[in-house]
């Protein structure tokens, strides 16, 4: 029996190779308003397609010193420095690297589709807020350390969020529907304001007006409205009821503020961490189970760690570095001789 060899998996690959040059010759020959968006839908729309993206900006770049280079060499003829048979060899070798020129060219040209795609870049660093009016009107809003891409079409508005947590206050296009993305889930809203923290395990979703539909994975789509929030994961969507006070805590760091409702002292120095250079660290467990109320601004960690240490058995050691340690604080001798005798 004769066995068999293993399949080769070029075919999918040369159609992809296929359909970019197919799609950047269309480009090149003045395309319409869709035409340019359909490109950009089909770059965006498999991993396979930005993998060959990128190894198309690379080969523009050596096509492009290629034909540089090549402009400035003057050879004599053929005949004055080789033989027939070389000749024949050296036509044949120009010939297969005029045509690999030309490939590399069709392939690499693909890198013009971002610049047709008309990206937008925000992101804010460590202890930064920042808010930024899009060209349609709606108002993007970023909280501490965070990243967002922002792309308008005449068909669609689409903002992906990189990391970090965002805001939006939608501006009302029926004619073009504004989808965030965010890891697996899509939400999409018209005339909406909303709110999507991204966490370590899931996604975070509070709407604070109108409503939004939300789709992940092969969960059916979710409709979440003013008051509710959905707690995302890449293939599932809860939804949840807040209320006006968990709608509020969530949101109120667009006011630079941080609102403490029974939150334990491990959770509010990790929210307080996400505008902070140097952490606050906790070095006794005793400490973390505290629970701590009150209204801070995100900027200013003193007052918070005064009050830990003014009405919690809590002492702050301040590090070298600007972080601080928070340590469970004994009672003193003298007042537990005297609580003794009581």
């Known amino acids: 029996m004769q066995a068999s060899g293993p399949t080769s998996s070029s075919g999918p690959r040369d159609a992809t190779e296929a359909e970019a040059a197919r799609l950047l010759a269309k480009l090149n ?19 396979r ?27 004599p003829s053929l005949p004055e420095i080789v033989s027939e048979e070389h000749q024949r060899r050296l036509s044949r070798n120009i010939m297969i690297a005029a045509a690999v020129a030309v490939l590399l060219f069709i392939v690499a040209a693909i890198v013009t589709v971002r610049t047709f795609s008309g990206v937008d870049h925000y992101e804010t660093g460590l202890g930064e807020i920042r808010d930024v009016t899009l060209e349609d009107g709606s108002i993007l809003h970023l909280n501490s350390d965070s990243e967002a891409e922002v792309r308008f079409t005449d068909h669609g508005r689409k903002v992906r969020i990189v990391k970090g947590e965002a805001a939006f206050d939608v501006a009302p296009d029926s004619e073009r529907p504004f989808d965030v993305e965010v890891r697996s889930a899509l939400i999409r809203a018209v005339g909406t304001t909303f709110n999507v923290r991204m966490r ?3 996604v975070e979703l509070t709407v604070t007006k109108g409503t939004v539909a939300v789709h992940c994975g092969h969960d059916s789509e979710r409709r979440v409205s003013a008051g509710n929030g959905a707690v995302i994961q890449p293939r599932s969507i809860a939804l949840t009821s807040l209320g006006d006070k968990i709608v509020s805590q969530r949101v109120a760091w ?24 140097a952490p606050i ?27 830990l240490q003014l009405h919690y058995p809590v002492r702050a050691v301040q590090g070298e570095d600007g972080s601080v340690m928070l340590l469970y604080r004994d009672k003193e001798p003298e007042q537990a001789l005297a609580n003794a005798a009581l």
Not at 52 to 66: D, K, M, P, T
Not at 266 to 277: I, L, P
Not at 293 to 301: A, C, L, V
């Open 29 to 47: 020959s003045d395309p319409t308003p869709q035409e340019e968006a359909d490109i950009c839908d089909w770059v965006e729309a498999d991993p």
């Open 49 to 75: 397609h930005a993998v060959a993206f990128a190894r198309a900006e690379a080969a523009w770049e050596a096509a492009e010193r290629l034909k540089s280079a090549a402009a400035d060499v003057t050879l």
């Open 200 to 202: 370590p395990a899931l």
């Open 254 to 277: 667009r006011d630079q503020m941080l609102l403490l409702d029974g939150e334990t002292i491990e959770q509010a120095t990790g929210e307080f961490n996400r505008y902070r250079k």
């Open 281 to 307: 660290l906790i070095g006794d467990t005793r400490v973390s189970a505290l629970r701590i109320d009150g209204r801070f601004h995100i900027g200013d960690s003193r007052k918070f760690l005064a009050t």
